[in-house]
């Protein structure tokens, strides 16, 4: 049984930032990738970003190249955060992260295995 838990949703004006965390837990060894996900109302769940297992593989969708950025955590080896910066309206939405047992990510949402119960990102203008 994996569970993995987001945590860092909130509300924030525009231009602002905000960092979600993420993390992963089981009783295994494994060392997980992650994908970060969003879906705002009425919308289909869409790809962010995503980091491989030893955090040197990274991708992100276009539209938040150069203002969201995934790192993992250093002493903690199945977290991962995604810093927001400079947020818009159009970021407003449910924030998922997910994970697998695998060396590489993807932006496939149907390649992860586990998935968080989602933390609220709200931006207002």
């Known amino acids: 049984q994996v569970q993995v838990v987001e945590s860092g949703g909130g509300e924030v004006q525009a231009g602002g930032s905000l960092t979600l965390s993420c993390t992963a837990s089981s009783r295994t060894k494994n060392v997980y990738s992650f994908g970060w996900f969003r879906q705002a109302p009425g919308q289909e769940r869409e790809f962010i970003g995503a980091i491989s297992r030893d955090g040197s593989n990274l991708d992100y969708e276009d539209s938040v190249k150069g203002r969201f950025t995934i790192s993992r955590d250093n002493a903690a080896r199945n977290t991962v955060h995604l810093q927001m910066n400079n947020l818009q309206a159009d970021d407003t939405a449910v924030y998922y992260c997910?994970?697998?047992?695998?060396?590489?990510?993807?932006?496939?949402?149907?390649?992860?295995?586990?998935w968080g119960q989602g933390t609220q990102v709200t931006v207002s203008s």
């Open positions: 997910a994970a697998k047992p695998a060396t590489w990510a993807t932006s496939t949402f149907r390649s992860y295995d586990y």
